[in-house]
């Protein structure tokens, strides 16, 4: 089992930054792929960026040169770096893991653990 913890959700103005963190506990030897997901209201989860244990990553193209992921496997984190935000990044943010392997491309699918949540709310 692998337990997720999210932080560093809140409100800011468009234009502003935000940074979310995602601590790792449990059988995280068994992480490949760790990333940020989100979903707004009345629409999917959809992929924000995901990061591989050797440094590849994929991004949503809504969130690219605005958003940044960065995974440090040693410390079991993986944090996502927000500038630019635009009051369509409205959306509750999902830290995920994933323990399968990944065949094409890290994020192809959504990992098989998940966090609590965090709300990010952006005004215009």
């Known amino acids: 089992q692998v337990q997720l913890v999210e932080s560093g959700g809140g409100l800011v103005q468009a234009g502003g930054s935000l940074r979310l963190s995602c601590a790792a506990s449990?059988?995280?030897?068994?992480?490949?792929?760790m990333g940020w997901y989100r979903q707004a209201p009345g629409k999917e989860r959809e992929l924000v960026a995901a990061?591989?244990?050797?440094?590849?990553?994929n991004y949503a193209d809504s969130v690219k040169g605005r958003f940044t992921i960065s995974r440090d496997v040693a410390k079991k984190t993986v944090d996502l770096q927000m500038n630019s935000l635009k009051p369509e990044d409205t959306a509750v943010y999902y830290c995920?893991?994933?323990?399968?392997?990944?065949?094409?491309?890290?994020?192809?699918?959504?990992?098989?653990?998940w966090g609590q949540g965090t709300q990010v709310t952006v005004s215009s």
């Open positions: 990061a591989g244990a050797g440094g590849d990553t």
């Open positions: 449990g059988i995280t030897f068994s992480i490949n792929a």
């Open positions: 995920n893991a994933d323990t399968r392997p990944y065949y094409v491309r890290v994020g192809e699918r959504m990992g098989d653990y």
